[in-house]
């Protein structure tokens, strides 16, 4: 498997892309915090405990009065800002996930039956997405997060409500081209049922192009999330994300106490910009067109 | 032949080589090919797909595009190599000096412009009509490509004509120029049987009022030998046989052309099996040693494993890239004893 | 007829095909829709009429093949009978078993004795799937319906023999469809087709994409099959020579419309209607001599969407009369097992450009 991978096109062609090869970092990298960021987090930043007032504000290490324990400095409450980060990109990086993962089910299914049966049930998907679409996602997002109120799980269903719609779209159109094809028609005379054509036959065809769509999802779905956080309709703040984050330092930023706001504001940027220039590299390797 | 030695080629194509460079390896598509063609001619490029009839066609008007690269050869039209030819020289000599017809008439009609557009610019481009000139031009070609109130249809859309009437139009794009030579790629591939008489009929008319030579490419022996004077034969990109085109079909000396007239089922000698060419063409990135079509040939030896067989005389007005060529004569369809058990 | 139960099997041809037709609404807009014919806007829903009353018959063990050009309607005949569509109207007895009016679960016994293969061995094969599972889709989906365990295994072990019997081999088995040649892919199509034992095989211009010399191997395979199998085959094509090869009885269809049908070598020695014999004419061979009397047609095929009135040649054919116009040809005996759907039986003296 892995000797396949590195003698393959998309493996040569990667190798030979900058920006794919640093976005692939760049991942790698969120992908580790997520995974062992608590692990190698110097301070646990929701354990009221290890927390010390007498800490508050102190700027990044190297800078006069830092303090080396606290490599970006600290915030109002004497938290670490690095542990902050730390567990804060988790938050980020999850919902990302977890929120791309939810859209993509719900809208590949319905872009199938769409796609599939055509008609009635065709026109209704595709005219919700259709005015779906016609409103801006944030708007959307922070229509449903005034109506649900805070917390992670409303967030999750408010990016699954704004993202499900490019799946659908985008399935329902392969879905169109597929069983024009042949080999579904080969089903067909085998005998098989429409749930059983669609679940073996046309599923497994129309999954590539998701691939590029649910990379760069994931990227804006954090920013999304960061933009609710920050207005205040976000996460709850015991389990702050990177946009709470920003949106606790923003209130002092101008007061000369950068570093709360500043850093997370970094991470989200390299995380997404990570994220984009691999899920770049994807559309055009996955891109039948342009080969 | 002697007519052909008195007057000069209009096209001589020396050792032609046209590779892919790919990811894969290289795919060498065309690998040294060589023909000539006399003005007035009218020339049958066949074999299989994978045969690089194609991109020698391509390769003649200067269409190559990368990963594909003219590796070698000369492409000599009226002594001017042309596989060198600046991308402005080649401009002017397409459409001129020489003309393509595709296989789908809507890969070279611009679907936005109307016909009657698409015509004048290429008269415009080419010859110093005035517009009038030109307009008259335009009809009296679509006239003669057998479409009816042409002054009409020039105001049409490609879209509004049918798959048979968009072929003739491009037939008469193609003619517009007066270009010399005529490369025919798969031209009635896509149309029906009784479209497709209408077309070669016109082709084969038109063709000779203008004087104009020709390169048809195709896949279909049958559409060849009603339309063609010579026959060059291509497998995994290099010329197994050549010679009049009555000939090679009635009596080819390669064993490939031999198998491949053989597999054409015949009406007049049904056979309950039909003789076939075992095992599939090579992978052209892969190809066996010595001669490419070794592994299925019924007359191959050890010798076919060592050295690649070049393009000789092998019985009367033939030329095969064989060893071990078919010197008799044998009717058709009766030289093979069927094919084996698939 | 009263026929005694013993020699019904025999007897019963393997297909039967009444009146069918196939229309399909064609899904516009309702901007395309709209006329003002009459002097009111009204909604028009446009009709292709793709098939229109083709009967005929296939017994078993024999090969009928079904030619015309392209949109005359003998691939929608071959996939409606598939009942890939279903059809609009006539009768379809498969084994004398009526199925017209067959839902989806009392369809599948059918399709045990009947499949089919298709034209483009690329887009025939499912590309995510090996091609064991491929070969073992239709044997699995039967053994599943009656409940039988272990269906899957089972038919992937039927699968293994049948790549041999068409010529590929167990190594082949775990492979993907890309990883073959276009020939190869239609003998995995055939395979396919065979894996549950059928009478009947619809094939719907099955070597019309492959190369020439690949085209012969397909062809003997399929006659050794029916050798074997003792198969009857519906096989679509729109290649003259291929189906002079293989076929024991030919039927003519333009424009939807059957309108010849006859045992192969009267068809090809005495063709009767205008279009068999501009058909045949046009159709070039290798041999140019031997090139029947020359007939060439005018014009092209008129829109399925808008049949013109009487018969459906008459706006290219050149022996049309004023009865052409006023009166559709029905399929008529000629004898020798030939049929023909042209005015000219009735009024040979006409038989004259």
Same mark, same amino acid.
């Given at each position: 498997m892995m000797g396949q991978l590195l003698a393959s096109q998309f493996f040569y062609n990667w190798r030979r892309n900058l920006s794919a090869i640093a976005g692939s970092a760049i991942i790698l990298v969120c992908v580790l915090i997520v995974l062992f960021g608590p692990l190698v987090s110097p301070q646990n930043p929701y354990d009221l405990t290890q927390l010390n007032l007498l800490d508050s504000y102190k700027p990044p290490a190297w800078i006069e009065g830092g303090d080396p324990r606290y490599l970006l400095g600290t915030d109002g409450q004497g938290r670490d800002v690095l542990s902050s980060i730390l567990y804060g990109t988790r938050v980020s990086a999850l919902i990302g996930i977890a929120a791309m993962l939810m859209a993509c089910t719900i809208g590949t299914t319905l872009g199938l039956l769409a796609g599939f049966y055509g008609g009635r049930l065709d026109a209704f998907i595709m005219r919700v997405a259709d005015i779906q679409l016609s409103f801006p996602s944030m708007l959307i997002a922070l229509f449903l997060m005034s109506a649900f109120g805070t917390g992670i799980d409303k967030v999750l269903i408010a990016l699954t409500l704004v993202g499900w719609v490019v799946y659908a779209r985008t399935v329902r159109g392969s879905t169109l081209g597929e069983i024009q094809k042949e080999y579904v028609q080969a089903a067909r005379v085998a005998g098989l049922r429409d749930a059983k054509i669609i679940r073996r036959h046309v599923l497994p065809n129309v999954l590539t192009p998701l691939i590029v769509i649910a990379t760069v999802q994931v990227g804006t779905f954090i920013l999304i999330e960061a933009s609710l956080s920050f207005l205040g309709v976000g996460v709850p703040i015991t389990q702050p994300s990177l946009g709470l984050l920003i949106k606790n330092g923003f209130d002092v930023l101008?007061?000369?106490?950068?570093w709360t706001s500043v850093f997370p504001g970094l991470m989200i940027m390299a995380m997404v910009f990570g994220i984009n220039l691999f899920g770049d590299f994807l559309r055009d390797e996955l891109n039948p067109r342009l080969k | 032949m002697d007519h052909q030695s008195a007057t000069a080629p209009l096209l001589d194509v020396r050792d032609l080589r046209t590779w892919f460079h790919t990811f894969s390896g290289t795919v060498k598509a065309v690998d040294g090919v060589s023909f000539t063609l006399a003005p007035g001619e009218v020339m049958g490029l066949v074999g299989e797909s994978g045969g690089g009839k194609s991109v020698v066609g391509f390769s003649l008007l200067g269409l190559i595009d990368p990963p594909g690269r003219i590796e070698g050869g000369e492409i000599l039209l009226d002594g001017e190599d042309?596989?060198?030819?600046?991308e402005e020289r080649l401009r002017r000599i397409r459409g001129r000096e020489i003309a393509m017809i595709f296989q789908d008439p809507m890969t070279s009609l611009?679907?936005?412009?109307t016909v009657g557009a698409q015509m004048d610019e290429m008269l415009r481009l080419h010859t110093d009509l005035d517009e009038g000139a030109r307009k008259a031009r335009c009809v009296a070609m679509l006239e003669s490509v057998g479409i009816s109130r042409a002054a009409e249809r020039l105001r049409a859309y490609p879209h509004q004509f049918s798959g048979g009437m968009r072929q003739r139009v491009v037939i008469a794009i193609a003619l517009l120029a007066s270009p010399r030579l005529i490369v025919a790629d798969e031209p009635t591939t896509a149309l029906d049987v009784t479209i497709q008489s209408q077309i070669l009929k016109l082709m084969r008319k038109r063709i000779a009022e203008t004087g104009a030579a020709m390169i048809l490419v195709t896949h279909d022996l049958a559409v060849v030998s009603e339309m063609v004077d010579k026959i060059v034969v291509l497998y995994c990109g290099r010329v197994v046989e050549t010679g009049p085109a009555r000939e090679v079909i009635a009596n080819p000396s390669h064993p490939y052309t031999r198998g491949l007239v053989d597999s054409i089922p015949n009406p007049k000698h049904r056979k309950p099996r039909l003789a076939q060419i075992p095992g599939a063409v090579p992978d052209i990135r892969n190809l066996p040693s010595g001669c490419s079509f070794r592994p299925r040939c019924p007359r191959a030896q050890a010798r076919c494993a060592e050295v690649s067989p070049a393009l000789a005389p092998t019985r009367g007005t033939l030329s095969a890239a064989c060893h071990f060529p078919i010197l008799e004569e044998v009717a058709a369809a009766m030289a093979t004893t069927g094919g084996e058990r698939a | 007829m009263t026929t005694t139960r013993a020699d019904t099997t025999l007897a019963t041809p393997m297909l039967e095909v009444e009146n069918l037709e196939q229309r399909f609404p064609l899904r516009s807009g309702i901007i395309d829709r709209l006329t003002f014919k009459g002097g009111r806007p009204r909604l028009v829903d446009s009709v292709v009429h793709a098939v229109n009353g083709v009967s005929f018959s296939i017994a078993k063990g024999e090969v009928l093949a079904l030619v015309g050009e392209s949109g005359c309607g003998k691939s929608t005949v071959a996939k409606s009978i598939a009942r890939i569509y279903t059809p609009s109207g006539g009768r379809i007895r498969i084994d004398g078993e009526e199925v017209g009016g067959y839902g989806h679960r009392q369809m599948l016994p059918v399709r045990a004795k009947m499949q089919m293969i298709f034209q483009d061995p690329f887009a025939s094969l499912n590309p995510r799937q090996k091609v064991r599972d491929i070969v073992a889709e239709p044997l699995r989906e039967q053994l599943e319906a009656r409940g039988e365990g272990n269906a899957k295994a089972r038919a992937r072990e039927a699968a293994l023999a049948l790549l041999e019997r068409v010529?590929?081999? !167990?190594?082949? !088995?775990?492979?993907?469809?890309?990883?073959?040649s276009g020939g190869q892919r239609q003998r995995i199509g055939i395979a396919r087709a065979l894996s549950v034992n059928p009478g009947l095989i619809i094939a719907d211009?099955? &070597?019309? $994409?492959?190369?020439v010399s690949i085209q012969a191997q397909i062809l003997n395979l399929m006659m050794d099959l029916r050798d074997e199998f003792g198969l009857a085959y519906l096989f679509i094509s729109h290649d003259l020579s291929v189906v002079n090869h293989i076929a024991d009885r030919i039927g003519v269809m333009y424009l939807g419309f059957l309108v010849e049908t006859a045992p192969r070598d009267r068809l090809f020695s005495a063709p009767r209607h205008p279009y068999t014999r501009a058909l045949l004419s046009a159709a070039p061979t290798i041999?140019? $001599?031997?090139? !029947? &009397?020359e007939m060439e047609l005018e014009g092209e095929v008129p829109s399925a969407l808008a049949l013109p009135s009487g018969c459906c040649f008459r706006t290219r054919c050149p022996f049309a009369f004023d009865r052409c116009t006023a009166e559709r040809p029905r399929l008529q005996d000629v004898g020798d097992g030939q049929s023909v759907a042209c005015h000219l039986v009735d009024e040979p003296e006409r038989d004259r450009p």
């Open positions: 101008f007061s000369g106490l950068w | 042309i596989a060198r030819a600046s611009n679907p936005v412009k | 010529g590929l081999n !167990a190594e082949h !088995a775990t492979r993907y469809p890309h990883q073959f211009e099955p &070597v019309s $994409a492959l190369d041999d140019p $001599a031997d090139k !029947a &009397v």
